[in-house]
C-alpha cells in the first residue's frame, strides 16, 4: 500500500498513529512489540513525536524490543551511528528497559562476528517465526533500503538473517538484516520524502523488475504488509497511486 501524504510531518504523524497502534496490538497478542529502527534523515520527526506526550503515553515502552534494520560499523557515540541519532530523538526520551535494546554495535569485535551475534539475539527474541511486529525502513535516492546497496553481494544472501561487508564506495563496513529476515516481518512501512528520492520510488514501484540497481524491489512481505508513507514530491512521478 502507498499512502502519499502533504510532508514530512504529515507521513511522520502518520507513521507514529500506526507505531502506537501496531504495539498496542502485539502486547496484546503476546506480550511484547519487537520492532527494527531505521536511521537516514526520514525518521528522525518520528522519532521526535514519539517522545511527545501524545504519543509516548500511548506505548507500553516497558514492553518494547528495540533492533536496528541497519548500522554503520561506527561506535555508538560516532555521529554517523543510527544508534546515536535514535537515542537522542527517542531512545533517552522514553522508559525502554536497557536489556530490551540491541545495537548494532559491539567493541572489540568484527562486524562479521557481530552480525553472527546479532543473527542470535534476533533469533532468541522473536523465536522461530522470526517475524518483527514492525520493520521501519527508508529509501536512498539509489534505490537502497536497510544496507542493502546496488550491486552488492548481500542481495543476493538466502541464508544469513543479519549480514555485515565493507561498502567499498563509503569505505566503510555495514552491518544489515538480510532481505528474507526483513519479508518476514508482520508490517514493514517505507518512509520517504524529497524530490530527491522520486526516480528511485518511480522505478522501484513501477519500473522494470532490477533488484541490481534497486534494491528496494527486494521488498516482498511473506505474510505481512507493507506501507509506504510517501509525501507528494517524492510521489510526482508516480502513475498508479
Do not use: C
Not at 548500522?71 to 535514535?86: G, H
Amino acid at each position: 500500500m502507498v499512502k502519499v501524504l502533504e510532508d514530512q510531518l504529515q507521513l511522520s504523524k502518520e507513521a507514529a498513529e500506526l507505531f502506537v497502534k501496531l504495539a498496542a496490538e502485539a502486547v496484546e497478542v503476546h506480550g511484547k512489540f519487537t520492532v527494527a529502527l531505521t536511521g537516514g534523515s526520514s525518521p528522525e520527526k518520528l522519532y521526535d513525536l514519539l517522545a511527545t506526550p501524545a504519543y509516548r503515553d500511548k506505548v507500553d515502552w516497558s514492553k518494547v524490543h528495540v533492533f536496528w534494520g541497519d548500522e554503520r560499523w561506527v561506535p555508538l557515540d560516532d555521529d554517523q551511528s543510527n544508534a546515536k541519532m535514535a537515542k537522542r530523538t527517542l531512545l533517552s526520551k522514553v522508559p525502554v528497559p536497557k536489556e530490551n535494546i540491541f545495537y548494532m554495535w559491539a567493541d572489540g569485535k568484527s562486524p562479521e562476528e557481530y552480525a553472527a551475534d546479532y543473527e542470535q539475539m534476533v533469533k532468541k527474541e522473536l523465536g522461530e517465526s522470526l517475524k518483527f511486529d514492525l520493520i521501519l525502513l527508508g529509501m536512498g535516492p539509489d534505490g537502497h533500503t536497510a544496507s542493502l546497496f546496488p550491486h552488492q553481494p548481500v542481495l543476493h544472501e538466502q541464508t544469513k538473517l543479519v549480514d555485515a561487508y565493507y561498502l567499498a564506495p563509503q569505505s566503510m563496513y555495514r552491518i544489515t538484516l538480510t532481505a528474507p529476515l526483513i519479508n518476514k516481518a508482520k508490517h514493514i512501512v517505507v518512509m520517504l520524502y524529497g524530490d530527491n528520492k522520486a526516480n528511485a520510488l518511480y522505478e522501484v514501484l513501477e519500473g522494470e523488475p532490477n533488484v541490481e540497481l534497486y534494491p528496494s524491489q527486494l521488498l516482498h512481505p511473506e505474510s505481512g504488509d507493507i506501507t509506504w508513507l510517501v509525501d507528494k514530491a517524492a510521489a510526482a512521478l508516480l502513475k498508479k497511486h
